[in-house]
């Protein structure tokens, strides 16, 4: 079973499959988590809304739209 030690590792375990892609998941501040492939900001999210297939999605669109160039 996984052990959560802080908001980072919280994050980590959201990202699942796509952490070893190389995306990012961060909070900032109380309200928002910033969603980053690399270096590059790719969404802000309302910490308060958003869902962890949310998040996927928005991973799974960015990749298909690298594929697709």
Partial sequence: MAQYTGT????????????????????????????????GLLEVFNQTRVTIPCIHETCHRYLESLSAC
């Fill in 8 to 39: 980072q590792s919280l994050c980590n375990a959201a990202l699942g499959k796509y952490r070893s892609k190389g995306f990012r998941l961060v909070e900032d501040g109380d309200h928002f988590l910033r969603l980053y492939y690399q270096d």
